[in-house]
């Protein structure tokens, strides 16, 4: 993962950072084509049930998950936008003091493009202090990018392939169900922008 990553701070909690966000979402050949689509599809077909979003940003993944899910980000800027969206959200500080952090409020957790942005240490503290609102037997999906996607954000710290969101759901006490690169086969990882890594996890 040698090479430089560009157009992007070097941050995920400032406005900068969700000004590019709305810059690169926003794009006409990304609205005209619908480019959101099949990762609508993905997340749909998976059957999450109710879902938190740890990482949520704008809210894309809540609206391709459906009514019900929740969405958590550090980012208050980010967060205004995807409620403006009509999502509900909440930064992290507003969350633990909502209703929703209760034991077995959601059947899933989705961390999509959370993990590539932390050390693994930090990265395994977050998701597990979201882990008691999930039920019993619940899932886990945890996406990340692969080469080209890593290479694009300068805010990326480490790269988050198979192997590592394997580790990283089993330290967590989660078992793998799948694993699976989307949309294109994995060869497609180092060309194209927007291949994903997904894991599939199930809690205990």
Do not use: C, P
């Given at each position: 993962m040698g090479r430089a990553r560009q157009d992007a701070p070097t941050g995920t909690q400032g406005e900068d950072y969700t000004r590019r966000l709305q810059r690169l979402g926003g794009a006409r050949w990304k609205q005209l084509l619908d480019v959101q689509a099949p990762y609508r599809w993905n997340l749909r077909r998976l059957g999450l049930g109710r879902t938190l979003d740890v990482g949520c940003?704008?809210?894309?993944?809540?609206?391709?998950?459906?009514g019900g899910a929740v969405g958590v980000d550090h980012n208050a800027t980010s967060i205004a936008h995807a409620r403006a969206a009509g999502h509900e959200a909440y930064t992290v500080e507003e969350f633990f003091r909502s209703e929703h952090a209760r034991p077995d409020a959601f059947d899933s957790l989705l961390a999509a493009h959370l993990l590539e942005h932390l050390p693994a240490g930090q990265a395994l503290e977050v998701v597990s202090s979201y882990l008691p609102f999930v039920r019993s037997g619940g899932t886990a999906v945890f996406i990340t990018p692969q080469e080209r996607g890593y290479?694009?954000?300068?805010?990326?710290?480490?790269?988050?392939?198979?192997?590592?969101?394997?580790?990283?759901?089993?330290?967590?006490?989660?078992?793998?169900?799948?694993q699976y690169s989307f949309p294109f086969p994995r060869a497609l990882g180092k060309l194209f922008t927007y291949n994903e890594f997904v894991t599939v996890a199930r809690l205990p």
């Open positions: 940003g704008l809210g894309r993944n809540l609206a391709n998950l459906g290479a694009s954000d300068a805010s990326h710290v480490r790269f988050v392939g198979f192997a590592e969101a394997a580790e990283a759901a089993r330290d967590l006490g989660m078992a793998v169900v799948r």
